[in-house]
């Protein structure tokens, strides 16, 4: 008897608990929410602003004391964002300003001064880049504008009036790149083709990241250019009388560069360098033919 009511108990508590179960209706599952992806998610930003005791560009120097500012934007065409890897067609824009501080300069009585001497430039850029895993290609166009023309003024004249090269105040340029990533190793080389002069550049480059720790590495590097008609000063009155060549290397440049993670986003990059003009560039360099010198950047990556 007592068997017959304890299990009769039992199976009304059971029942209890159906019908209770019954009467509350079972919660939906709840889904993820994804947020839809916009174009700026994506688009990488870098801004940078530095200072280089000499200014060095394909070899040929520029100025001394300078101070310069960049902006550079990626946006992803095909593959989303830029590291998405093999397949991702990337589209940069970019431009940015370059101008001296001071730089000695020896004037038609055989003086050095710091005054007088001013060389500005600004920089626009747009290219187009393709990750086909291995590599990464790249095309691209830039204009180049001279406020103090190519060769720079002094006491607001230009230093090489009139010459087709080395007094322009604009030229603009199409090159094709390609940049191999091997590890910590990167090689990249490029073909330049100047629409101004119609001279030829290319350039080879190396360079290799060791990492000390967690926000500190060491980059050593090394590029190379060869020029064909390439701003020799042939085309002008400059160097008149002055025997020169229109093609040949332009320079081989060592340096090294020691990044310094400061955040998640700025990165600090003191370098020292050290330039070797080649047959193109010695007789047109105003500093000596090889020489050291360096520099430090700061830059904020969005």
Known sequence: MT?????????????????????????APVMPVTEPETLFDSVGADLSVAYDSRYYFRGLWFADNIISSFINL?????????????????WGLGGGYISSLQTPFQNAAGVNTRNGFDYSE????????????????????QYYGYPDTYSGTFNGVSNAAGDAELGLTGAHEVGVTLAIPLGAFNFSTGYYYDLTINGQYFQVAADYTYAVNDWLSIVPAIQAGYGIDYYTG??????????????????????IATPIQLTKIATLTPYVAWNFAGSTRNY????????MFGGVKLSVSF
Not at 74 to 90: K, Q, R
């Open 284 to 291: 047109m360099n105003a500093t000596h033919d090889n020489e």
């Open 74 to 90: 990626s946006i992803p065409v095909i593959g989303g964002a830029a590291e998405d890897g093999a397949g991702s067609l990337t």
């Open 3 to 27: 068997s017959l009511i304890a299990k009769s108990v039992t199976v009304l508590a059971a029942c209890a608990a159906l019908n209770a179960s019954a009467g509350t209706p079972a919660k």
């Open 234 to 255: 042939t085309r002008g009155p400059t160097f008149a009388g002055v025997a020169t060549q229109s093609s040949g290397f332009t320079h081989v440049l060592f340096s």
């Open 122 to 141: 600004y920089d626009l850029y747009t290219s187009l880049s393709y990750d086909v895993g291995f590599a990464t290609l790249g095309v691209q166009y």
